[in-house]
T-cell receptor
Framework: NAGVTQTPKFQVLKTGQSMTLQCAQD?????MYWYRQDPGMGLRLIYY???????DKGEVPNGYNVSRLNKREFSLRLESAAPSQTSVYFC??????????FGDGTRLSIL | AQSVTQLDSHVSVSEGTPVLLRCNYS??????LFWYVQHPNKGLQLLLK??????LVKGINGFEAEFKKSETSFHLTKPSAHMSDAAEYFC?????????????FGQGTELSVKP
């Protein structure tokens, strides 16, 4: 099983450029999540989607938008990238109250 | 509101000695608690979970954790460290299912294992 697949794995952007991070899961999970990981801060929730057709803000949503395209796919968009958004981004999915399954991450650098 | 505090940012042990990674939580209701492990340049893998059943929870790779409500703690232990245990460990508390099952992460504890 592939689990949670994130693309791309690495990306370098210039300030002001836009980009969409892709995430897909094949476990038929209802809920999907986007986190960012920064040194010494654990993972912080950016946006989540409790079910297909719904999205909600997490702890750090500013500068990001999301789309729950269907049950499998949940994308994260940076409209105008800023150096403060340099981070490692993780997508996760879960069903009901079960633990979340994580992708391997997208390492994003913004110059 | 829930929160979680990992009491050590870095722990170093020798191979074959016990591991103790400390975690305290705060929750206004009976929480679900997890430990995740992250190896370098990898995603997070679930080690174990507590969901109000047995207070001593056994996980993968010989790890276990004990839920102590009176101390609001959920410390992770392993009797004998292995070199492959070197990684970052996250203590996590879960929000309610009707809040999307959001996870609140501790800051992480980096475990080093010396030969």
């Amino acid at each position: 099983n592939a689990g949670v697949t994130q693309t791309p794995k690495f990306q370098v952007l210039k300030t002001g450029q836009s980009m969409t991070l892709q995430c897909a899961q094949d476990m038929n999970h209802n809920s999907m999540y986007w986190y960012r990981q920064d040194p010494g801060m654990g993972l912080r929730l950016i946006y989540y989607s409790a079910s297909e057709g719904t999205t909600d803000k997490g702890e750090v949503p500013n500068g990001y938008n999301v789309s729950r395209l269907n049950k499998r796919e949940f994308s994260l968009r940076l409209e105008s990238a800023a150096p403060s958004q340099t981070s490692v981004y993780f997508c996760a999915s879960s069903y009901g109250g079960q633990p979340q399954h994580f992708g391997d991450g997208t390492r994003l650098s913004i110059l | 509101a829930q929160s979680v505090t990992q009491l050590d940012s870095h722990v170093s042990v020798s191979e074959g000695t016990p591991v103790l990674l400390r975690c305290n939580y705060s929750s206004s209701y009976s929480p679900s608690l997890f430990w995740y492990v992250q190896h370098p340049n990898k995603g997070l893998q679930l080690l174990l979970k507590y969901t109000s059943a047995a207070t001593l929870v056994k996980g993968i790779n010989g790890f276990e954790a004990e839920f102590k409500k009176s101390e609001t703690s959920f410390h992770l232990t392993k009797p004998s460290a292995h070199m492959s245990d070197a990684a970052e460990y996250f203590c996590v508390v879960s929000g309610m299912v009707n809040q999307g099952g959001k996870l609140i992460f501790g800051q992480g504890t980096e475990l080093s294992v010396k030969p």
